[in-house]
């Protein structure tokens, strides 16, 4: 069983679009990301979420919004994409947060803005 | 900002040689260091990790040191195979940070 599965893989939109990428875990954990990965393989964190609190990193556009149904899934919605938003997307969970645990992490989603 | 480098960004090595990864962090209150493994086309995979109360660690065919005096770490890949031939990062987390820090990927080429 996939432990954290992203979907779509692939996303290819338009410049103005509105897109969601879905996460979901089925380890139990209580904590989810969300990484942005460039073209130079560095591995920016967006969001961190757990059942009590999210915590944005700063420097992440307001067009970024991570939405939570439930603790097993993680959805990050964008609006208005841009070019520069182009990039590899990961999900990854946790046991918990506050940096002192594995992340699993997710296929990633390989989004390309035109 | 990004507290967490790599002195290498690219590494190549012989198949059958052990490889040396190594990497800097910056916020001497991180307890906890992590190494993923990255192939093409995947997420990132743990390799190994260790907390800030030791200085050696070993898994299958790979060692993980600290030295917390420099605020280093290194991977140590023995008898480096052609499926080790990855981008590897070194994460520190457990500060005041909250979350990993995940440093620059460090690129493994594996010559047959």
């Known amino acids: 069983d996939t432990a954290v599965s992203q979907t779509p893989k692939y996303l290819v939109t338009q410049m103005g679009n509105d897109k969601s990428i879905k996460c979901e875990q089925n380890l139990g954990h209580d904590t989810m990301y969300w990484y942005k990965q460039d073209s130079k393989k560095f591995l920016k964190i967006m969001f961190s979420y757990n059942n009590k609190e999210l915590i944005i990193n700063e420097t992440v556009p307001n067009r970024f919004s991570p939405k939570s149904p439930d603790k097993a899934h993680l959805n990050l919605h964008i609006n208005s994409l841009e070019l520069g938003d182009s990039a590899v997307y990961f999900c990854?969970?946790?046991?918990?947060?506050?940096?002192?645990?594995?992340?699993?992490f997710g296929p990633g989603t390989r989004l390309t803005v035109t | 900002g990004e507290s967490v480098g790599l002195h290498l960004p690219t590494l190549s090595v012989q198949e059958g040689d052990n490889s040396i990864i190594n990497c800097a962090y910056s916020?001497?209150?991180?307890?906890?260091f992590i190494w993923y493994k990255q192939e093409s086309g995947k997420g990132p995979q743990f390799i190994i990790d260790i907390r800030s109360n030791m200085d050696k660690r070993q898994g299958q065919r790979v060692t993980v040191l600290l030295n917390k005096t420099v605020k280093h770490l290194s991977l140590q890949i023995a008898a480096t195979q052609p499926g080790d031939s990855a981008v590897y990062f070194c994460a520190e987390g457990g500060g005041s940070q909250g979350n990993l820090i995940f440093g620059k990927g460090t690129k493994l080429s594996v010559k047959p």
């Open positions: 990854a969970s946790s046991q918990t947060s506050g940096g002192r645990y594995e992340q699993y």
């Open positions: 916020n001497s209150a991180s307890d906890y």
